[in-house]
């Protein structure tokens, strides 16, 4: 089992810097999956970034070329790093865990992943 914790969000103008944290409780994070997805307003959740656990690296259209994802597997901590912020990118980023997932496929589907976090507000004004 592993527990999200995700910190970071705010308010920024558009054009913009954000690096989002997702701490997780545990001795096995090395063996989880990671990703991040965010939901809008009244929009379903959007594929946004996946690590595997072999650091293969995935993105969503909307935001290749703009943010990076990245592990610490010694803190235990994936990140997020949101630049040339839009305000499209207005939502709560929240990151999941998963054990077993990997590839492309099933790193970007939601609902291939146990474990959530809570959620953290990115607000880009105009």
């Known amino acids: 089992q592993v527990q999200l914790v995700e910190s970071g969000g705010g308010l920024v103008q558009a054009g913009g810097s954000l690096r989002l944290s997702c701490a997780a409780s545990?001795?096995?994070?090395?063996?989880?999956?990671m990703g991040w997805f965010r939901q809008a307003p009244g929009k379903e959740r959007e594929f946004v970034a996946a690590?595997?656990?072999?650091?293969?690296?995935y993105y969503g259209d909307s935001v290749k070329g703009r943010f990076t994802i990245s592990r610490d597997n010694a803190k235990n901590t994936v990140y997020l790093q949101m630049n040339s912020l839009k305000p499209e990118d207005t939502a709560v980023y929240s990151c999941?865990?998963?054990?077993?997932?990997?590839?492309?496929?099933?790193?970007?589907?939601?609902?291939?992943?146990?474990?959530w976090g809570q959620g953290t507000q990115v607000t880009v004004s105009s």
């Open positions: 545990g001795r096995t994070f090395s063996s989880y999956a």
């Open positions: 690590i595997s656990r072999g650091g293969t690296i």
């Open positions: 999941a865990a998963d054990r077993h997932i990997d590839g492309s496929y099933f790193l970007k589907d939601q609902y291939q992943y146990d474990y």
